[in-house]
């Protein structure tokens, strides 16, 4: 069970957790991409970050799966460079082109309103060139 307020690495805790469970059923095997630096001219630079995870499915045939997670504690996630990277979409899109299942899984927080109350609720939104919106969105970003 998930619970109702969750920082951003918990969540990713939790599907790296979910992962090993899976993998260790032989359904899938899951990887996390973690932070890539690189040492030049005496200095530690960060790479371009990649999405958060990537797999295997071992069934039906073997596809690959790129995933970035988010939380999000307000009512809507904000598309923005600052809440996703335009690279990692760029790097979802590519992959998506090649038959990897792609996607954007975000996890929203319970919030408790003044006349209401929204339960945690996760969903995964897929990120495929069939969708135009997605290169808009890297197109967006890459002329700013």
């Known amino acids: ?10 969540f ?7 992962a090993a469970k899976d993998e260790a059923a032989g ?3 899951m990887t996390r991409a973690g932070v890539t630096m690189s040492h030049q001219n005496g200095q530690n630079i960060g790479v371009a970050s990649k ?10 045939t073997g596809r690959q799966f790129q995933i970035e997670a988010k939380v999000c ?12 990277k335009p690279q ?6 590519k992959r998506s082109k090649f038959g990897a299942i792609s996607f954007i899984v975000i996890h929203w927080t319970a919030r408790q309103l003044v006349k209401s109350y929204d339960p945690a ?12 919106r997605w290169q808009a969105f890297v197109d967006a970003y890459k002329l700013a």
């Open 51 to 60: 999405p958060d995870f990537e797999g295997i499915l071992s069934f039906p």
């Open 27 to 29: 359904r899938y095997t």
């Open 121 to 132: 609720r996760t969903g995964a939104i897929p990120v495929t060139d069939e969708d135009p």
């Open 1 to 10: 069970m998930i619970p109702e307020k969750l920082k951003g690495v918990e």
């Open 88 to 93: 990692q979409v760029e790097h979802l899109l």
């Open 73 to 84: 504690a307000s009512a809507s996630f904000p598309m923005t460079k600052d809440k996703i």
């Open 12 to 18: 990713e805790a939790l599907l790296v957790e979910a």
